[in-house]
């Protein structure tokens, strides 16, 4: 398969992927490499290229939803590179079809996200309140979420449940997903803490958990709320990070 096959095939499904190009220098121009995470690559940029590095720095910029051009040195000389990433589309899975959940799709879709919801219980997640997401999922949380999380995956987990939000916390933290947070106050985050911890979950993935979830902007309403929890995902997807409810 071609390196213009791949890519193709990748964007159709939606897979992350990323394609580093010489574009001047001491490197043969128009060389081409595809790479997948994983280290997964296809193609080749030249004999006299750091293609280890190179395939580390194209990763890493695919994680960041980032593309743009890189130089590397050479027997020859200094070669130019141009890295394009392609992530996936932006998707929110908010877990907890309840009432800041509203308001909340509204506002992602508005910011480009896809949003997907998820919740077993039926008398929440209804077509009727949820017309407006793109997807409405109606199983447990652990197991919608299970194989569908990456770099460009969002988590936002509302229901304040622990039978609800634990399992799917043991799917999410350990995965790709940009940004993972949680609804409830600081003592109900100390409790969910210690049960992880008690479960054997490692403190650095523990560390990526936003919560309690949202900017301080002191809202109390859904809207106000849903407001908070949209600005600290922004934050995220821009590299920055903030912390404390609305």
């Known amino acids: ?16 992927v990323v394609v580093a190009t010489v574009i001047g220098g ?3 121009v128009g060389a081409k490499l595809l790479a997948r995470p994983g280290g997964e690559t296809l193609g080749s940029l030249g004999a006299d290229l750091p293609e280890v590095a190179i395939v580390q720095d194209m990763l890493a910029m695919l994680a960041r939803a980032e593309s743009g ?7 020859a000389g200094e070669a130019e590179v141009f890295i394009e990433a392609y992530p996936p589309p932006p998707t929110m899975f908010i877990v907890g079809a309840v009432h800041i959940a509203i308001p909340l799709v509204t506002f992602a879709k508005v910011l480009g996200f896809r949003t ?24 447990w949380p652990d197991e919608a979420l299970h194989g569908r999380l990456n770099s460009n995956s969002f988590v936002v987990l509302l229901t304040h449940d622990p039978k609800l939000d634990d399992p799917a916390l043991k799917v999410a933290l350990p995965s790709p997903a940009r940004y993972v947070g949680a609804l409830g106050s600081p003592s109900t985050h100390a409790k969910r803490l210690a049960r992880l911890r008690g479960e054997g979950m490692p403190e650095a993935q523990l560390a990526r958990l936003h919560a309690p979830i949202g900017l301080k902007i002191g809202g109390n309403t859904p809207e106000e709320i849903a407001v908070s929890i949209i600005a600290e995902i922004v934050a995220a997807r821009h590299g920055l990070t903030g912390k404390g409810e609305g």
Do not use: C, K
């Open 26 to 28: 001491a490197g043969a």
């Open 1 to 16: 398969m071609s390196i213009y096959e791949a890519l193709t095939v990748a964007l159709a499904a939606e897979q992350p």
């Open 116 to 139: 997907v919801v998820v919740d077993a219980r039926g008398a929440f997640a209804t077509p009727e309140r949820f017309a407006h997401a793109d997807e409405l999922v109606n199983q």
């Open 69 to 75: 051009t890189r130089r590397y040195a050479t027997a």
